[in-house]
């Protein structure tokens, strides 16, 4: 979801709202159907191209979606709802993954090694585009997840802070560093383009 | 060295190409499915609280059946303690088990271990037991006492007259709606008319008694015993069988002494004892020639017999000789009889009983087998 995608989106949601059906399974596939893509394209993002991966998370946040039956008869921006679970959701699954694939809980568990690398990994980094992508998922998760939010969907450090739970200052930090490590790896990273 | 490249158009351009595509058909058509299953949500809220309550109905029947009474009194709730029936002995389908609040009452024909009491009883028969006692509330209860442990209490049998305490022996009671008597087979028994006043019963005697409640002239005072706790209903109010002790007793009494227990209040003599030679015809009279009676008592004996316990499974035979057998029945006790008395007594006892049996059946079903012992014996 690119910035003006995301503002033409919520403007959408007002008209689309009007033709939101009553019945809640109507409501809810409707939902799904309107709402899906958005969803799973940013869970494949965050997921580096997984596409399972994804999947778990789109199923997640509709599931979340049953459970918030506020959401279906509110008027505010569903896009912004779904923007935000998305993105919470991603963020605490790739946590949740770091924290299994760190050592100590590895040797606790008895786990053997995971590697972050899959075949849809592997398939993407052939070319110029993929090693750029990839070179932003190697980011630590909260630094990726601002980049991701400041430079490809256009939010500012306000709205990044609130929608992770963080304070701007934090925000700004995190993009300081993830800017300094892309720099070190050799990349240009070109606020002008942005 | 390569010249430095433009990492955020590179991503928007490798992002919109992962916005390209779709979730597989299978996870589209699971989510799908799911966000179906929210169309009735009451319905399926519905059955998952009938599946609670099945749940909740299922363990309730398994607290009440398995958790022992003891536990659940303080609950309220009692429970048929299985363990309280003897090892290899079946309960018969006609001994009706209902629950008290302080306690448990067997009505009918049962065959119970409570405690170190063996009991059997008759048909008419209800008996009743507490935390601490037994009781006889009507009809007739034949009862083996295992030897109390010395400084152990006593095993208290309440009765309409008072109460019975007992330290190992073998009797029986019989409780009518007016009066009732017991007779002991062996041992020794105390019956306590009152708090106050005892009497000591002899094997072969037989006390009896008119019921506290029903003869407030004879017994004013409402009988307690020794450990008055656990006094329940006495037969009084239960009045429904009447074994006919007055047509008996006074037949009896023309030919056999009678010993009087005065009451402490002075009153109309309420006891009587009666000697053996007249206190054995009754027990004659009411013995019960019930082939299932028979058949859950060898029962018990093999039991008894499988875990070593010679001398309390002869001791159930003899109670089961004391009745009237049909001879088929009568058979199977004297060989059971002997079959235990190999282990417990020498070659001769046994080369006696076994001649002896052969001489009472000697057509019988056991005859073989009862020869060949013979022989291997090498009795005389």
Same mark, same amino acid.
């Given at each position: 979801m690119s910035s003006t995608e995301v503002a033409t989106s919520e403007k959408a949601d007002g008209a689309a709202c009007r033709d939101q059906p009553r019945d809640t399974a109507a409501n809810l596939s409707w939902l799904y159907d309107r709402y899906r893509q958005d969803v799973f394209?940013?869970?494949?993002?965050?997921?580096?191209?997984?596409? !399972?991966?994804? +999947?778990?998370?789109?199923?997640?946040?509709?599931?979340?979606?049953? *459970?918030?039956?506020?959401?279906? #008869?509110? /008027?505010?921006?569903?896009?912004?709802?779904?923007?935000?679970?998305?993105?919470?959701?991603?963020?605490?699954?790739?946590?949740?993954?770091?924290?299994?694939?760190?050592?100590?809980?590895?040797?606790?568990?008895? !786990?053997?090694? +995971?590697?972050?690398?899959?075949?849809?990994?592997?398939?993407?980094? *052939?070319?110029?585009?993929?090693? #750029?992508? /990839?070179?932003v998922s190697a980011l630590p998760t909260k630094e990726r997840l601002a980049f991701f939010m400041h430079h490809v969907d256009g939010k500012d450090q306000i709205e990044i802070a609130q929608i992770l739970g963080h304070s701007k200052g934090y925000i700004s930090k995190l993009l300081k560093r993830a800017h300094e490590r892309l720099t070190r790896a050799g990349w240009k990273v070109d606020h002008a383009s942005s | 060295?390569?010249?430095?490249?433009?990492?955020?158009?590179?991503?928007?351009?490798?992002?919109?190409?992962?916005?390209?595509?779709?979730?597989?058909?299978?996870?589209?058509?699971?989510?799908?499915?799911?966000?179906?299953?929210?169309?009735?949500?009451?319905?399926?809220?519905?059955?998952?609280?009938?599946?609670?309550?099945?749940?909740?109905?299922?363990?309730?029947?398994?607290?009440?059946?398995a958790v022992p009474n003891d536990w659940l009194r303080p609950l309220g709730l009692t429970a048929r303690d299985a363990g309280d029936f003897a090892t290899g002995s079946s309960r018969p389908a006609d001994c009706t088990i209902r629950s008290l609040r302080d306690g448990d009452a067997f009505i009918g024909p049962c065959t119970l271990q409570l405690g170190t009491a063996a009991v059997r009883t008759d048909a008419q028969a209800?008996?009743?037991?507490?935390?601490?006692?037994?009781?006889?509330?009507?009809?007739?209860?034949?009862?083996?006492?295992?030897?109390?442990?010395?400084?152990?209490?006593?095993?208290?049998?309440?009765?309409?007259?008072?109460?019975?305490?007992?330290?190992?022996?073998?009797?029986?009671?019989?409780?009518?709606?007016?009066?009732?008597?017991?007779?002991?087979?062996?041992?020794?028994?105390?019956?306590?008319?009152?708090?106050?006043?005892?009497?000591?019963?002899?094997?072969g005697q037989r006390l009896r008694w008119s019921n506290v409640d029903s003869t407030p002239a004879a017994a004013p005072a409402k009988a307690k015993g020794p450990a008055p706790s656990a006094v329940g209903p006495t037969a009084g109010d239960a009045g429904a069988v009447a074994p006919d002790l007055n047509a008996t007793t006074a037949a009896r009494t023309k030919s056999a002494p009678v010993a009087h227990l005065p009451r402490s209040d002075g009153g109309t003599p309420a006891l009587a004892i009666e000697a053996e030679s007249s206190a054995r015809e009754p027990a004659r009279e009411t013995a019960?020639?019930?082939?299932?009676?028979?058949?859950?008592?060898?029962?018990?004996?093999?039991?008894?017999?499988?875990?070593?316990?010679?001398?309390?499974?002869?001791?159930?035979?003899?109670?089961?000789?004391?009745?009237?057998?049909?001879?088929?029945?009568?058979?199977?006790?004297?060989?059971?009889?002997?079959?235990?008395?190999?282990?417990?007594?020498?070659?001769?006892?046994?080369?006696?009983?076994?001649?002896?049996?052969?001489?009472?059946?000697?057509?019988g079903r056991y005859r073989a087998i009862v020869d060949a012992k013979i022989v291997r014996l090498a009795c005389p």
């Open positions: 394209h940013l869970a494949l993002r965050y997921g580096r191209g997984n596409t !399972a991966w994804a +999947e778990d998370v789109t199923q997640d946040v509709f599931v979340q979606l049953l *459970r918030a039956p506020k959401v279906l #008869a509110a /008027e505010e921006s569903l896009s912004g709802w779904f923007y935000r679970v998305t993105t919470n959701r991603c963020f605490n699954k790739l946590r949740h993954e770091a924290l299994r694939r760190s050592l100590p809980v590895r040797w606790l568990l008895g !786990a053997p090694h +995971e590697s972050a690398r899959t075949p849809e990994t592997d398939a993407m980094a *052939r070319d110029e585009l993929s090693h #750029a992508f /990839e070179a | 060295m390569p010249p430095p490249r433009h990492l955020i158009a590179l991503v928007r351009e490798r992002d919109d190409q992962l916005r390209k595509e779709s979730p597989s058909l299978a996870a589209d058509f699971r989510i799908r499915r799911l966000l179906r299953g929210a169309e009735h949500p009451a319905s399926k809220s519905k059955n998952s609280r009938w599946a609670m309550f099945c749940v909740a109905f299922a363990m309730l029947i398994t607290l009440i059946v209800e008996v009743r037991r507490t935390a601490t006692d037994l009781e006889v509330v009507r009809g007739r209860a034949w009862f083996d006492v295992a030897p109390v442990a010395p400084g152990a209490a006593p095993v208290r049998v309440h009765v309409g007259g008072g109460v019975i305490e007992v330290v190992g022996t073998r009797f029986m009671i019989e409780q009518g709606p007016s009066e009732g008597s017991v007779h002991l087979l062996e041992g020794k028994i105390r019956f306590w008319a009152n708090e106050r006043d005892s009497i000591e019963i002899r094997p019960m020639t019930d082939q299932s009676v028979v058949d859950e008592t060898v029962e018990r004996v093999m039991t008894l017999r499988a875990s070593g316990r010679y001398r309390e499974a002869l001791t159930r035979l003899e109670m089961l000789q004391e009745r009237e057998l049909d001879p088929r029945a009568a058979e199977a006790v004297s060989f059971e009889e002997g079959n235990i008395l190999e282990h417990v007594e020498e070659p001769a006892t046994v080369c006696g009983h076994w001649k002896g049996h052969v001489q009472r059946f000697p057509a």
